[in-house]
Protein backbone atom coordinates (compact mmCIF):
# COMPACT_ATOMS: atom_id res chain seq x y z
CA UNK A 1 0.00 0.00 0.00
CA UNK A 2 1.67 3.22 -1.04
CA UNK A 3 1.92 5.93 0.87
CA UNK A 4 -0.60 9.15 0.35
CA UNK A 5 1.21 12.59 -0.30
CA UNK A 6 2.00 14.02 2.77
CA UNK A 7 0.99 18.08 3.28
CA UNK A 8 3.27 20.42 3.15
CA UNK A 9 5.66 21.41 6.00
CA UNK A 10 5.08 18.11 7.80
CA UNK A 11 7.70 16.36 8.84
CA UNK A 12 7.91 12.70 10.70
CA UNK A 13 10.34 9.98 11.39
CA UNK A 14 10.53 6.76 11.35
CA UNK A 15 8.14 4.99 13.92
CA UNK A 16 6.13 2.08 14.98
CA UNK A 17 2.63 2.59 14.98
CA UNK A 18 2.34 0.47 18.30
CA UNK A 19 3.73 2.74 20.06
CA UNK A 20 1.80 5.62 19.35
CA UNK A 21 -0.18 4.18 22.63
CA UNK A 22 2.37 4.82 25.06
CA UNK A 23 2.50 8.20 24.07
CA UNK A 24 0.86 11.17 26.09
CA UNK A 25 -0.73 12.99 23.81
CA UNK A 26 -0.47 17.10 23.03
CA UNK A 27 -0.31 19.46 19.94
CA UNK A 28 2.32 21.64 19.25
CA UNK A 29 2.86 25.06 17.25
CA UNK A 30 5.74 25.72 14.94
CA UNK A 31 8.20 27.02 17.30
CA UNK A 32 7.97 23.19 18.78
CA UNK A 33 6.37 24.69 22.72
CA UNK A 34 3.53 21.91 23.99
CA UNK A 35 0.21 24.37 23.71
CA UNK A 36 -1.94 21.58 25.04
CA UNK A 37 -1.27 18.25 26.37
CA UNK A 38 -3.96 15.69 27.82
CA UNK A 39 -3.06 11.74 29.56
CA UNK A 40 -4.13 8.75 26.91
CA UNK A 41 -6.61 6.56 28.20
CA UNK A 42 -4.74 3.61 28.54
CA UNK A 43 -8.38 1.63 26.97
CA UNK A 44 -7.27 3.42 23.45
CA UNK A 45 -3.53 2.02 24.10
CA UNK A 46 -4.70 -1.44 24.11
CA UNK A 47 -6.86 -1.32 20.71
CA UNK A 48 -4.40 0.50 18.23
CA UNK A 49 -3.05 -2.26 16.25
CA UNK A 50 1.02 -3.24 15.69
CA UNK A 51 1.91 -1.82 12.36
CA UNK A 52 4.81 -1.92 10.37
CA UNK A 53 7.13 1.13 10.54
CA UNK A 54 5.64 4.52 8.78
CA UNK A 55 7.18 7.36 7.66
CA UNK A 56 4.16 9.37 6.81
CA UNK A 57 1.98 10.11 9.33
CA UNK A 58 -1.15 10.26 6.38
CA UNK A 59 -0.51 6.76 5.55
CA UNK A 60 -3.68 4.78 4.82
CA UNK A 61 -2.85 2.01 7.58
CA UNK A 62 -2.62 4.39 9.99
CA UNK A 63 -5.78 5.92 9.23
CA UNK A 64 -7.13 2.66 9.62
CA UNK A 65 -5.67 2.36 12.98
CA UNK A 66 -6.56 5.43 14.44
CA UNK A 67 -10.09 5.00 13.16
CA UNK A 68 -10.69 1.45 13.96
CA UNK A 69 -9.51 1.69 17.96
CA UNK A 70 -11.51 2.85 20.67
CA UNK A 71 -14.25 5.37 20.66
CA UNK A 72 -12.32 9.07 21.07
CA UNK A 73 -9.08 9.22 19.26
CA UNK A 74 -9.67 12.55 17.34
CA UNK A 75 -6.64 13.32 15.11
CA UNK A 76 -2.93 12.13 14.13
CA UNK A 77 -0.87 14.93 13.76
CA UNK A 78 2.65 15.94 13.56
CA UNK A 79 5.17 18.12 15.36
CA UNK A 80 5.76 21.12 13.06
CA UNK A 81 9.50 22.53 12.65
CA UNK A 82 12.54 22.31 13.95
CA UNK A 83 12.40 21.06 17.35
CA UNK A 84 15.51 18.40 17.59
CA UNK A 85 13.19 15.92 18.98
CA UNK A 86 9.91 15.81 16.53
CA UNK A 87 7.42 13.15 17.69
CA UNK A 88 3.94 11.89 16.59
CA UNK A 89 1.56 13.03 18.67
CA UNK A 90 -2.36 12.32 18.76
CA UNK A 91 -5.31 13.68 20.79
CA UNK A 92 -8.18 12.18 22.43
CA UNK A 93 -11.53 13.80 22.39
CA UNK A 94 -15.07 13.18 22.35
CA UNK A 95 -15.61 15.07 18.75
CA UNK A 96 -16.01 13.72 15.64
CA UNK A 97 -13.13 12.48 13.52
CA UNK A 98 -11.62 15.69 11.86
CA UNK A 99 -8.95 14.11 9.16
CA UNK A 100 -6.98 16.50 6.42
CA UNK A 101 -8.74 16.57 3.13
CA UNK A 102 -7.40 14.30 0.32
CA UNK A 103 -7.11 15.86 -3.29
CA UNK A 104 -7.03 13.35 -6.29
CA UNK A 105 -6.82 15.35 -9.06
CA UNK A 106 -7.87 13.55 -12.44
CA UNK A 107 -4.89 13.42 -14.65
CA UNK A 108 -4.43 15.83 -17.54
CA UNK A 109 -6.91 15.00 -20.49
CA UNK A 110 -5.07 14.33 -23.43
CA UNK A 111 -4.48 16.68 -26.24
CA UNK A 112 -3.58 16.81 -29.28
CA UNK A 113 0.23 17.62 -29.73
CA UNK A 114 0.38 21.58 -31.17
CA UNK A 115 3.25 22.35 -33.96
CA UNK A 116 6.58 22.08 -32.41
CA UNK A 117 7.16 25.46 -33.25
CA UNK A 118 6.41 29.12 -33.13
CA UNK A 119 3.06 30.48 -34.29
CA UNK A 120 0.28 31.48 -32.64
CA UNK A 121 -3.18 29.99 -33.52
CA UNK A 122 -6.62 29.23 -32.63
CA UNK A 123 -6.95 26.66 -29.70
CA UNK A 124 -8.11 23.37 -31.64
CA UNK A 125 -11.26 21.61 -30.55
CA UNK A 126 -11.29 18.64 -27.59
CA UNK A 127 -10.17 15.28 -28.19
CA UNK A 128 -14.07 14.66 -27.14
CA UNK A 129 -15.16 16.57 -30.08
CA UNK A 130 -16.42 15.47 -33.25
CA UNK A 131 -13.64 15.94 -36.40
CA UNK A 132 -14.08 15.64 -39.77
CA UNK A 133 -11.11 13.27 -41.16
CA UNK A 134 -9.54 10.68 -43.76
CA UNK A 135 -8.30 8.30 -43.34
CA UNK A 136 -5.99 6.14 -45.37
CA UNK A 137 -6.34 2.04 -45.50
CA UNK A 138 -3.09 -0.14 -45.77
CA UNK A 139 -3.76 -0.45 -48.86
CA UNK A 140 -4.03 3.11 -50.40
CA UNK A 141 -7.68 3.72 -50.04
CA UNK A 142 -9.10 6.85 -48.08
CA UNK A 143 -12.07 6.85 -46.32
CA UNK A 144 -13.68 10.49 -45.58
CA UNK A 145 -15.19 10.28 -41.97
CA UNK A 146 -16.13 11.95 -38.64
CA UNK A 147 -13.77 10.73 -35.61
CA UNK A 148 -15.25 10.97 -32.58
CA UNK A 149 -12.99 10.53 -29.53
CA UNK A 150 -8.87 9.77 -30.77
CA UNK A 151 -7.35 7.13 -27.79
CA UNK A 152 -4.31 6.96 -27.73
CA UNK A 153 -3.59 4.64 -24.55
CA UNK A 154 -6.11 2.42 -26.32
CA UNK A 155 -4.26 2.43 -29.53
CA UNK A 156 -7.54 2.85 -31.16
CA UNK A 157 -10.38 5.73 -32.27
CA UNK A 158 -13.74 5.77 -32.71
CA UNK A 159 -15.71 7.02 -35.77
CA UNK A 160 -18.66 7.28 -37.95
CA UNK A 161 -18.94 7.49 -41.66
CA UNK A 162 -22.39 9.27 -42.09
CA UNK A 163 -24.54 10.87 -39.52
CA UNK A 164 -27.16 8.52 -39.52
CA UNK A 165 -24.52 5.35 -39.04
CA UNK A 166 -23.45 4.61 -35.14
CA UNK A 167 -20.35 5.32 -34.28
CA UNK A 168 -17.63 2.35 -34.87
CA UNK A 169 -14.27 1.57 -33.50
CA UNK A 170 -10.89 1.18 -35.32
CA UNK A 171 -7.82 0.09 -33.80
CA UNK A 172 -4.50 1.98 -35.26
CA UNK A 173 -2.99 -1.22 -36.66
CA UNK A 174 -5.93 -1.03 -39.31
CA UNK A 175 -5.30 2.32 -40.88
CA UNK A 176 -1.93 3.79 -42.49
CA UNK A 177 -2.42 7.12 -42.41
CA UNK A 178 -4.84 10.01 -40.30
CA UNK A 179 -5.62 13.46 -41.29
CA UNK A 180 -7.74 15.84 -39.80
CA UNK A 181 -9.50 17.82 -42.73
CA UNK A 182 -10.51 21.08 -40.63
CA UNK A 183 -6.92 23.27 -40.67
CA UNK A 184 -5.64 24.77 -37.25
CA UNK A 185 -6.30 28.60 -38.37
CA UNK A 186 -4.14 31.62 -37.22
CA UNK A 187 -4.38 33.58 -34.29
CA UNK A 188 -6.35 36.95 -35.30
CA UNK A 189 -3.59 39.51 -36.10
CA UNK A 190 -2.46 42.20 -33.93
CA UNK A 191 -3.52 45.61 -34.98
CA UNK A 192 -1.01 47.01 -37.84
CA UNK A 193 1.10 44.32 -37.86
CA UNK A 194 1.00 42.11 -40.97
CA UNK A 195 -0.72 38.26 -41.39
CA UNK A 196 1.34 35.74 -39.59
CA UNK A 197 1.82 32.88 -41.56
CA UNK A 198 3.37 29.70 -40.80
CA UNK A 199 7.43 29.44 -40.72
CA UNK A 200 7.20 27.41 -44.23
CA UNK A 201 11.04 28.34 -44.66
CA UNK A 202 12.55 27.40 -41.45
CA UNK A 203 10.24 24.24 -40.93
CA UNK A 204 8.81 22.38 -43.97
CA UNK A 205 10.38 19.75 -44.98
CA UNK A 206 9.94 16.15 -46.77
CA UNK A 207 9.43 12.97 -45.12
CA UNK A 208 9.26 9.23 -45.74
CA UNK A 209 7.69 6.52 -43.67
CA UNK A 210 8.98 3.15 -44.67
CA UNK A 211 6.56 0.45 -43.87
CA UNK A 212 7.91 -3.15 -42.93
CA UNK A 213 6.82 -5.06 -46.07
CA UNK A 214 5.88 -4.54 -49.80
CA UNK A 215 4.06 -2.05 -49.58
CA UNK A 216 5.14 2.09 -50.45
CA UNK A 217 6.59 4.62 -48.08
CA UNK A 218 4.50 7.29 -46.81
CA UNK A 219 5.51 10.51 -48.24
CA UNK A 220 4.84 14.19 -47.82
CA UNK A 221 5.73 17.40 -46.56
CA UNK A 222 5.60 18.49 -43.12
CA UNK A 223 6.60 21.52 -40.41
CA UNK A 224 7.67 20.02 -37.80
CA UNK A 225 7.08 16.42 -36.50
CA UNK A 226 5.88 15.20 -33.11
CA UNK A 227 6.95 11.25 -32.22
CA UNK A 228 5.58 9.23 -29.37
CA UNK A 229 5.07 5.41 -28.59
CA UNK A 230 1.71 5.49 -30.35
CA UNK A 231 2.97 7.15 -33.56
CA UNK A 232 4.22 10.32 -35.35
CA UNK A 233 1.83 13.58 -35.45
CA UNK A 234 2.97 15.45 -38.18
CA UNK A 235 1.65 18.94 -39.80
CA UNK A 236 0.50 19.87 -43.40
CA UNK A 237 1.02 23.51 -43.92
CA UNK A 238 -2.18 24.47 -46.36
CA UNK A 239 -3.35 27.41 -47.53
CA UNK A 240 -0.91 29.76 -48.51
CA UNK A 241 0.89 29.21 -45.28
CA UNK A 242 -2.28 30.48 -43.68
CA UNK A 243 -2.75 27.37 -41.75
CA UNK A 244 -1.86 23.87 -40.89
CA UNK A 245 -3.31 20.09 -41.36
CA UNK A 246 -2.98 17.45 -38.67
CA UNK A 247 -2.13 14.25 -39.26
CA UNK A 248 -1.22 11.26 -37.58
CA UNK A 249 0.62 7.99 -38.14
CA UNK A 250 0.56 4.87 -36.18
CA UNK A 251 3.52 3.32 -34.93
CA UNK A 252 2.38 0.29 -36.31
CA UNK A 253 2.34 1.66 -40.19
CA UNK A 254 6.20 2.35 -40.23
CA UNK A 255 9.71 1.16 -38.83
CA UNK A 256 11.78 3.68 -40.51
CA UNK A 257 11.47 7.74 -41.19
CA UNK A 258 13.20 10.41 -42.59
CA UNK A 259 13.46 14.15 -43.43
CA UNK A 260 14.88 16.04 -45.76
CA UNK A 261 16.25 19.94 -44.77
CA UNK A 262 14.15 23.07 -44.51
CA UNK A 263 14.82 25.50 -47.19
CA UNK A 264 16.45 27.71 -44.60
CA UNK A 265 18.61 24.26 -43.92
CA UNK A 266 19.63 23.52 -47.19
CA UNK A 267 20.37 27.16 -47.80
CA UNK A 268 22.98 27.50 -44.74
CA UNK A 269 25.05 24.38 -46.33
CA UNK A 270 25.96 27.00 -49.11
CA UNK A 271 27.11 29.41 -45.98
CA UNK A 272 30.40 30.18 -45.40
CA UNK A 273 32.18 28.25 -42.81
CA UNK A 274 36.21 28.31 -42.12
CA UNK A 275 37.92 31.86 -42.51
CA UNK A 276 39.94 31.22 -45.62
CA UNK A 277 36.96 30.98 -47.42
CA UNK A 278 35.24 34.33 -45.60
CA UNK A 279 39.04 35.91 -46.37
CA UNK A 280 38.41 35.11 -50.52
CA UNK A 281 34.85 36.42 -50.53
CA UNK A 282 35.91 39.52 -48.84
CA UNK A 283 38.52 39.92 -51.83
CA UNK A 284 36.08 39.09 -54.43
CA UNK A 285 33.28 41.15 -53.48
CA UNK A 286 33.67 44.20 -54.97
CA UNK A 287 33.58 42.00 -58.20
CA UNK A 288 30.46 40.07 -57.64
CA UNK A 289 27.58 41.08 -59.50
CA UNK A 290 24.54 42.67 -58.21
CA UNK A 291 21.65 39.32 -57.78
CA UNK A 292 18.20 39.35 -57.92
CA UNK A 293 16.51 40.01 -54.89
CA UNK A 294 14.53 36.78 -54.65
CA UNK A 295 17.80 34.97 -55.03
CA UNK A 296 18.98 36.64 -52.32
CA UNK A 297 16.17 35.77 -50.54
CA UNK A 298 16.37 31.87 -51.70
CA UNK A 299 20.05 31.99 -51.05
CA UNK A 300 19.53 33.14 -47.20
CA UNK A 301 16.57 30.78 -46.98
CA UNK A 302 14.06 33.03 -45.78
CA UNK A 303 11.63 31.77 -49.03
CA UNK A 304 10.82 28.68 -50.91
CA UNK A 305 10.75 28.47 -54.29
CA UNK A 306 7.28 28.00 -54.31
CA UNK A 307 6.50 30.98 -52.22
CA UNK A 308 8.80 32.93 -54.62
CA UNK A 309 6.98 31.98 -57.87
CA UNK A 310 3.59 32.87 -56.05
CA UNK A 311 4.90 36.21 -55.17
CA UNK A 312 6.36 36.90 -58.72
CA UNK A 313 3.28 35.86 -60.40
CA UNK A 314 1.36 38.27 -58.13
CA UNK A 315 3.68 41.26 -58.21
CA UNK A 316 1.99 44.25 -59.48
CA UNK A 317 4.07 46.43 -61.50
CA UNK A 318 4.52 49.33 -59.39
CA UNK A 319 5.13 47.00 -56.12
CA UNK A 320 8.42 46.62 -55.46
CA UNK A 321 9.29 42.65 -54.06
CA UNK A 322 10.17 43.20 -51.37
CA UNK A 323 7.39 45.65 -50.33
CA UNK A 324 5.27 42.73 -51.04
CA UNK A 325 7.02 40.15 -49.35
CA UNK A 326 7.06 41.76 -46.18
CA UNK A 327 2.88 43.12 -46.59
CA UNK A 328 2.32 39.72 -47.12
CA UNK A 329 4.34 38.24 -44.12
CA UNK A 330 6.61 36.19 -45.70
CA UNK A 331 9.32 37.37 -44.79
CA UNK A 332 9.75 40.93 -41.92
CA UNK A 333 11.25 44.04 -42.63
CA UNK A 334 14.72 42.82 -40.96
CA UNK A 335 14.74 39.94 -43.22
CA UNK A 336 14.44 42.37 -46.45
CA UNK A 337 17.36 44.59 -45.42
CA UNK A 338 19.89 41.42 -44.76
CA UNK A 339 18.60 40.20 -48.32
CA UNK A 340 19.09 43.68 -50.16
CA UNK A 341 23.20 43.36 -48.52
CA UNK A 342 23.57 40.12 -49.68
CA UNK A 343 22.36 40.87 -53.45
CA UNK A 344 24.77 43.86 -52.85
CA UNK A 345 27.60 41.60 -52.25
CA UNK A 346 28.52 40.76 -48.89
CA UNK A 347 29.41 37.86 -47.83
CA UNK A 348 27.09 35.29 -46.07
CA UNK A 349 28.70 33.75 -42.75
CA UNK A 350 26.90 30.51 -41.26
CA UNK A 351 27.48 30.84 -37.01
CA UNK A 352 26.95 27.47 -36.53
CA UNK A 353 29.64 25.97 -38.09
CA UNK A 354 32.33 29.07 -38.56
CA UNK A 355 34.68 29.07 -35.36
CA UNK A 356 34.64 32.24 -33.83
CA UNK A 357 37.79 33.28 -32.67
CA UNK A 358 38.09 34.54 -28.71
CA UNK A 359 41.13 37.26 -29.63
CA UNK A 360 38.55 39.02 -32.27
CA UNK A 361 35.73 38.38 -29.76
CA UNK A 362 37.25 40.51 -27.14
CA UNK A 363 37.89 43.29 -28.45
CA UNK A 364 33.68 44.38 -28.21
CA UNK A 365 32.21 44.83 -25.02
CA UNK A 366 29.15 42.68 -24.28
CA UNK A 367 27.04 45.75 -24.23
CA UNK A 368 28.14 46.79 -27.25
CA UNK A 369 28.16 43.81 -29.19
CA UNK A 370 24.06 43.57 -28.22
CA UNK A 371 23.31 46.94 -28.88
CA UNK A 372 24.63 46.60 -32.08
CA UNK A 373 24.00 43.11 -32.64
CA UNK A 374 27.66 42.44 -34.08
CA UNK A 375 29.62 39.31 -33.49
CA UNK A 376 33.38 40.02 -33.63
CA UNK A 377 34.08 36.78 -36.22
CA UNK A 378 38.11 37.51 -36.63
CA UNK A 379 41.09 39.41 -37.03
CA UNK A 380 42.90 39.89 -40.19
CA UNK A 381 46.48 42.47 -39.79
CA UNK A 382 44.44 45.60 -39.01
CA UNK A 383 40.97 44.53 -39.63
CA UNK A 384 38.59 43.48 -37.50
CA UNK A 385 35.78 41.18 -39.48
CA UNK A 386 32.16 41.32 -37.91
CA UNK A 387 29.32 39.69 -38.72
CA UNK A 388 26.01 42.06 -38.95
CA UNK A 389 22.53 41.31 -40.26
CA UNK A 390 22.90 44.71 -41.53
CA UNK A 391 26.01 46.41 -42.68
CA UNK A 392 24.55 50.07 -41.53
CA UNK A 393 25.28 48.32 -37.81
CA UNK A 394 28.84 48.58 -37.84
CA UNK A 395 29.04 52.68 -38.29
CA UNK A 396 28.58 52.76 -34.52
CA UNK A 397 31.43 50.45 -34.35
CA UNK A 398 33.97 52.63 -36.17
CA UNK A 399 32.80 55.63 -33.60
CA UNK A 400 34.06 53.18 -30.82
CA UNK A 401 37.54 54.91 -29.24
CA UNK A 402 38.92 51.30 -28.64
CA UNK A 403 38.20 49.88 -32.35
CA UNK A 404 40.38 53.14 -33.72
CA UNK A 405 42.83 50.55 -34.77
CA UNK A 406 41.37 48.24 -36.69
CA UNK A 407 39.51 49.16 -39.89
CA UNK A 408 35.92 47.00 -39.38
CA UNK A 409 34.31 44.49 -41.76
CA UNK A 410 30.84 43.87 -42.36
CA UNK A 411 29.74 40.17 -43.23
CA UNK A 412 26.22 39.04 -43.18
CA UNK A 413 24.96 36.21 -41.17
CA UNK A 414 21.49 35.80 -40.30
CA UNK A 415 19.44 38.15 -37.77
CA UNK A 416 18.18 35.10 -36.04
CA UNK A 417 21.44 33.44 -35.66
CA UNK A 418 23.35 36.65 -34.51
CA UNK A 419 20.77 36.54 -31.58
CA UNK A 420 21.23 32.89 -30.89
CA UNK A 421 24.97 33.68 -31.19
CA UNK A 422 24.52 36.89 -28.74
CA UNK A 423 23.12 34.68 -26.17
CA UNK A 424 25.63 31.46 -26.53
CA UNK A 425 28.46 34.17 -25.95
CA UNK A 426 26.88 36.29 -23.63
CA UNK A 427 29.11 36.45 -20.31
CA UNK A 428 31.77 33.88 -21.87
CA UNK A 429 34.37 35.14 -24.38
CA UNK A 430 32.80 38.49 -24.49
CA UNK A 431 34.98 41.24 -23.12
CA UNK A 432 33.89 41.95 -19.56
CA UNK A 433 35.37 45.89 -19.56
CA UNK A 434 31.76 46.62 -19.13
CA UNK A 435 30.50 47.91 -15.11
CA UNK A 436 26.89 47.68 -16.74
CA UNK A 437 26.21 44.26 -19.09
CA UNK A 438 23.14 44.87 -20.70
CA UNK A 439 20.78 41.84 -20.64
CA UNK A 440 19.91 39.93 -23.36
CA UNK A 441 16.54 40.23 -25.31
CA UNK A 442 15.38 38.74 -28.91
CA UNK A 443 13.49 41.89 -29.79
CA UNK A 444 16.79 44.24 -30.03
CA UNK A 445 16.58 46.09 -33.42
Known amino acids: MGDLATPKGLSCPVFPLNRLARRNVGIRHRGGSVLERLPRPSAVAEEIPSLPFCTNPWHPQLFSAVRGSAPGVLSVTCV ?24 DEPPDRWQWPAPPFPWRHVSPPGNDVAQPC ?23 LTLRTAADRPPQSLSFSRF ?3 TLTTPLQPAPPIAGAPAQRVPAAAQERDYSLDPDGPLEPLIGRTAGHVETPEGMYLFTIVDEEASVQRVFVPSAAYVRCEFGPSAEEAAARLWIANPSELLLAIERQQRVPVRPLGLSLLALGLLTANQLDRALARQAPDMPLG ?7 LISGADLQTAIAHKMGYPLVDLARFPIDAAALSKLSKHLAVSCRAIPLMLDKERLIVAVDKPSRVDKLQEVHALAQFTTVPVLAPKMQILLALDRLSGNALSQNVLE ?3 FFAATV
Open 176 to 178: RRL
Open 437 to 439: RSR
Open 323 to 329: ELLVTSG
Open 134 to 156: RIESQMGRTLDAEMLVFDPAGRS
Open 80 to 103: IGMAPHREIHHAVSDQPLSFPTLL
